[in-house]
């Protein structure tokens, strides 16, 4: 079995990339801006093109205190209800330093459950509350695998919070995912961008 390498030892010293390695990074796919918006909706662009896809949130901003929230359609379906099975932890830390914890989230987490999943919790309204974060979601064009992912999201909650919320898990399906839906869990998306991106850095093991 032949193996690829890169043509010198030194990182900083590569020239070139062998033909068994596919590069090139991000590749932006979409921008979606809210304006008193109930949802924002992928519904192009994840397809078998790219093995990973990344959603990033700028300044999310609620119409009124809320949990912000994803769900997605497989290939065919509607109604943005497939079933997720996730876990959810989150660490938070007041400006006064009154409180502080990490704690596992069980009224967060899903069990087979078709619900939106929350990925931002308890996003205040305040002029200067949001959140920010990511979400990794894994070969969503799999016809053999579940569909992973992952997010990250910092909360500024209560006027005095900080929230960092991590969420995980998979959705039950080996059908292709094809559309994403994004919402609060009350009320409207006030403000925020989200940017989707395909990742094509990847090694090419079948090449090799």
């Given amino acids: 079995m032949a193996l690829n390498f890169a043509n010198n030892n030194s ?3 590569i020239t070139a990339i062998p033909s068994g ?10 921008t979606q801006t809210a304006s008193s918006s109930a949802n924002l909706s992928f519904t192009s662009g994840i397809n078998s093109t790219y093995k990973e896809y990344i959603f990033k949130f700028y300044n999310i901003h609620p119409s009124t205190t809320a949990n912000f929230t994803f769900q997605v359609n497989a290939s065919g ?5 497939e079933t997720i ?7 938070q ?6 409180t502080a914890s990490l704690d596992y989230k069980t009224n967060l987490d899903q069990a087979q459950g078709t619900s939106y999943q929350v990925i931002g919790e308890q996003i205040s309204a305040g002029s200067d509350e949001s959140c920010s974060g990511k979400l990794h979601l894994f070969e969503p064009s799999s ?13 500024y909650v209560d006027g005095t919070t900080s929230h960092n919320n991590f969420t995980a898990g998979y959705i039950n ?9 994004f919402k ?14 395909g990742v094509s850095w990847y090694i090419q093991l079948n090449k090799l």
């Fill in 21 to 30: 390695i596919s590069g090139g990074g991000l590749n932006l796919i979409s």
């Fill in 85 to 91: 099975t996730s876990s959810v932890f989150r660490a």
């Fill in 184 to 197: 609060m869990s009350s009320g409207n998306i006030d403000s925020g961008v989200i940017i989707m991106y």
């Fill in 11 to 13: 990182l900083s010293a």
């Fill in 77 to 81: 379906q509607t109604g943005f209800n």
């Fill in 173 to 181: 399906t080996t059908s292709a995912i094809t559309e994403i839906d």
């Fill in 93 to 98: 830390h007041t400006e006064s330093g009154s």
């Fill in 143 to 155: 016809d053999t695998f579940v569909k992973h992912f992952m997010t990250n999201f910092s909360g």
